[in-house]
């Protein structure tokens, strides 16, 4: 009713896969997703009852850091409305134990925001999940290699294989690259599933009109037993399934592949910062350039004061031993000559003394000027 309590830090929102508290294998990188805040209380038989509240989030402009932590201590800057965190999603730091069974690729997108009105919680959503369960995305091992997840069936051989191995053992000779394969999804024999109204019966048929796969029990004694409902058209699952997946690789015409467009718009804002990144070099060179400019300027302005000084220096030096020499001369000679002849000497000695004063105190000034 009063909307989100939101502090400095803001408030994370996740899109994608999570890893569910109370589940094995949380608290760690784990290869379905990442840890996210959630209300869990367990249940009989080792299952867990969770919540979780949808939203719907304006994020508008999303700024890029590295972790969540970050958002805590740094301003969102103003032509920004949310911050977006960098999560891997490659799935690489998964258990060696699960090594090939889960999906490789997992989607975790983590935004937050700081302004309350961005979010509008839409349902509080109550679920209930049992981890000794068996693990449905789960895909078998390759019966080669052991390791990685199989992607491939081979009928001539009945086995499955990763793209690896498929390659590696049917390169052998040509009857082998002969053989057909299909996707492990397409094997023959594939289980069909459970009923999601008897978990202890397989389902075989499919009711198109309420969109469920339906078993013998509930054709006899459940939901499609009697009413409109035992009237509705069923078709076997499988042949479901396998419409289904034509359908969605069927594009109607004059609509464009999705992934087409996502590719030419990713191609765009690859451009976008490339031309970016080459004015930001571009820049750099300028800058470097002036900068380099105004050191060497500054390195030969230095160079020349230092000549100036020396100069300085030496002139200096020069008057002092033109003024202890007239001193030296003064005291050992001339002060020996007669009174007139002394005189005469004296005056001269006065006349040159002044002249080396007036010298040193009407000297060259330094120029001290540069233009950076």
Request: charged share 25%.
């Amino acid at each position: 009713q009063n909307g989100f309590m939101v502090g400095h830090g803001g408030v994370s929102f996740h899109i994608g896969n999570v890893r569910l508290p109370g589940s094995h294998g949380y608290g760690k990188e784990a290869r379905m997703g990442r840890n996210v805040r959630s209300r869990g209380r367990s249940m009989p038989q080792g299952r867990r009852l969770y919540e979780f509240l949808l939203c719907r989030v304006g994020v508008g402009r999303s700024y890029l850091i590295e972790n969540a932590q970050r958002a805590d201590t740094m301003d969102l800057p103003p032509e920004y409305d949310s911050f977006f965190v960098r999560h891997e999603t490659t799935g690489e730091a998964a258990d060696e134990e699960n090594f090939g069974v889960y999906p490789r690729h997992v989607l975790h997108h983590e935004y937050i925001v700081r302004d309350s009105s961005q979010a509008l919680p839409i349902y509080l959503v109550h679920f209930e999940f049992d981890p000794e369960e068996h693990e449905k995305l789960a895909l078998p091992l390759c019966e080669n290699c052991g390791v990685q997840a199989a992607k491939l069936y081979c009928e001539a051989d009945d086995a499955c294989f990763c793209p690896g191995c498929d390659t590696k053992v049917h390169a052998v000779n040509t009857i082998a690259r002969n053989h057909t394969r299909v996707e492990i999804n397409r094997r023959p024999g594939r289980p069909p599933g459970k009923c999601p109204e008897h978990s202890e019966e397989t389902a075989d048929e499919y009711c198109l009109e309420c969109k469920v796969p339906i078993c013998q029990f509930c054709r006899s004694l459940g939901s499609h037993s009697g009413g409109e409902a035992a009237k509705h058209k069923r078709v076997p699952l499988l042949e479901a399934y396998d419409h289904a997946l034509k359908a969605e690789q069927t594009i109607l015409p004059g609509m464009p592949d999705r992934q087409v467009i996502e590719q030419r718009l990713v191609g765009q804002l690859d451009a976008k910062l490339s031309q970016v990144q080459q004015a930001g070099r571009r820049a750099e060179d300028v800058i470097y350039d002036a900068v380099h400019r105004a050191v060497k300027e500054g390195q030969e302005l230095a160079e020349e004061q230092a000549n100036l000084y020396l100069a300085d220096e030496l002139e200096a030096k020069r008057q002092l031993e033109q003024a202890a020499w007239m001193e030296s001369f003064l005291e050992d000679h001339v002060k020996a000559l007669p009174p007139q002849d002394f005189l005469g000497a004296w005056l001269l000695h006065a006349n040159a003394r002044e002249e080396v004063t007036v010298n040193a105190t009407t000297g060259r000034h330094l120029r001290a000027h540069a233009t950076l």
